[in-house]
């Protein structure tokens, strides 16, 4: 069988999968499509969440971005797991006891203000629809690659299958729909995680491979990566270059915008009880972890195994031997599927038919005297790194189509968390709560499933036609959850004063200057040109760059709350008795919708 | 409950909540970032514990951290009676 029709099996597959559940997981009151009726097993809901929350860029990206930078880039590893203990301690419980249905929800009731409820329905929407994009595009491209169709086609395939699981089973179907996305996605990334840590190391977890012995070499596996990198003129890869107030703040800001996305809140009103909520966070990161300490090792093992691919022979002092690079035609065949995707690409610029693969800036002392030209591997796209690891390793074919239905369900099993969180902002806090308060249940949820279709062909749109910004466009997003729901939670729960004008001073601030200053330097609506300030370390307000500015944000969003508090009344005694009672964990069952 | 044993449940909470905040920032921004230095001297697999830490350490005391303030708070609620039938 080839691998194209490999691949199709594989992920046509896990579609029917999908498409099955959601006939199985019907949705027949808005309880079961905004909640899943709250009767969601708390280590299911813990598998759902970190299928949730793990996107086409955490599957197939992250390994990339470690490896390229090396220790710098921990700040994703730390950032994107460490949100889970704010949710855990901060918020999760306490949301789970009020027992709403949205995040806008409970800043309306819990700052008694219609203007709080539309501004945080703003921002979320906002940082969804600009999260989506991202998710659609992902996923149209995994499709192109793996199925050799259209980028539309796959794209509209994507969208067809969300809209059957998200329209006809809500949270409900998504929920159930996720834990088997989980499942596929840990299984693909995982299996050629092992071999190629078996490879390098011998040893079996990746997660011990990273710190194990080089089996080549004999050398540590890091210490034989550093070694060769500094060879070839790169920095080294555990090294510490650049900020640490930068490195401390971009982890901050990446944590407290973790903790703040309504997509991944909005999944722990699906338990049963507030310890439930508490302890599915701990297994949403369990889930989570079993990937993230793997991609560090999946990252610095796929990195010195390209470059002892492209220099396969030692000096005797142990060095590479430069001047005995491999040759064109030697290139094995993974390689050659890759470069037919473009992604990948060398050219012989010297040629002399070797590949030289080096740091041009900074070229070995060498470079001249062998006559080297420049770097010969003129695109390397970072995604490689995990597309092709079932090849690399020489894994059989249904590795590779295993890989293809991985990356295709972690996009959509975000973008089905997403289109939900942006349906019940639109049919729950716009048309419930602001517009029509009398809507009958059953009018609500025709309206949820309305808006859940509205959602998915917005987001098909923005996939076809995605704006030029959409990379910065996640950065945005993060700050903004960072600056304006994440303190806004937090302070309605463990502020009993806090008032509404308060709340509202403190999110138009923090929303405020995050935006003002993302586009200070990424240009007004990201339209190039019109920054104010060249985008350079610099120019940076105290070297802080604007993807790291969530977390100055939200500071600012804390103190011009309680300023604001202090020059005015606090909350009303019944709403601080209502905070009294989100603290105790008892009468939660009890606590209906509305 | 009454006013007193809801204030002192409240404040056993928010203790707890500090401990296992310290530790979160110690793993991460100390250990994994700021404090590296300071530990560069113990040897790893190649590297030092700090880097480590930033990689794989600070995620694994996250989970130990969640898993322990539910239970922890598991056994508070039942001590002060609000914990759910």
Known sequence: MDQFTLNLLVVGASFALYVGIAIWARAGTTSDFYAASRGVNPIVNGAATAADWMSAASFISMAGLIAFVGYGNSTFLMGWTGGYVLLALLLAPYLRKFGRYTVPDFIGDRFYSQTARLVAVISLLVMSVTYVIGQMTGAGVAFSRFLEVENSTGLFIASAVVFIYAVLGGMKGITYTQLAQYCVLIVAYTIPAVFISLQLTGQFLPQMGLFATHTESGLPLLAKLDQVLVELGFRDYTGHHGSTLNMVLFTLSLMIGTAGLPHVIIRFFTVPKVSDARKSAGWALVFIALLYTVAPAVGAMARLNIITTIYPHTTETGQLDLERPLAYEDRPQWMLNWEQTGLLRFEDLNDDGLIQYYNAANPPAAADELGWQGDEMVTFNQDILVLANPEIANLPGWVIALIAAGGLAAALSTAAGLLLAISSAISHDLIKSMINPNISEKGELLAARISMAFAIALATWLGLNPPGFAAQVVALAFGLAASSLFPAIMMGIFSKKMNSTGAIVGMIVGLGSTVLYIFTYLGWFFIPGTNMLPNTADNWLFGISPLSFGAVGAALNFIAAYITLSMTKPAPEEIQELVESIRVPRGAGSAQAH | ?85
Do not use: H
């Open chain 2, 1 to 85: 409950m009454s006013d007193k044993s809801a204030s002192a449940y409240w404040s056993a909470n928010v203790r707890i909540i500090t401990i296992c905040m310290v530790i979160w920032a110690l793993v991460s921004f100390g250990f994994g970032i700021v404090l590296r230095p300071l530990i560069s001297g113990i040897p790893i697999g190649g590297t030092d514990l700090g880097f480590w830490f930033a990689q794989q350490g600070s995620i694994l005391t996250f989970i130990a951290l969640i898993f322990y303030y539910t239970w922890y708070m598991n056994r508070l609620d039942k001590e002060f009676g609000v914990d759910e039938e």
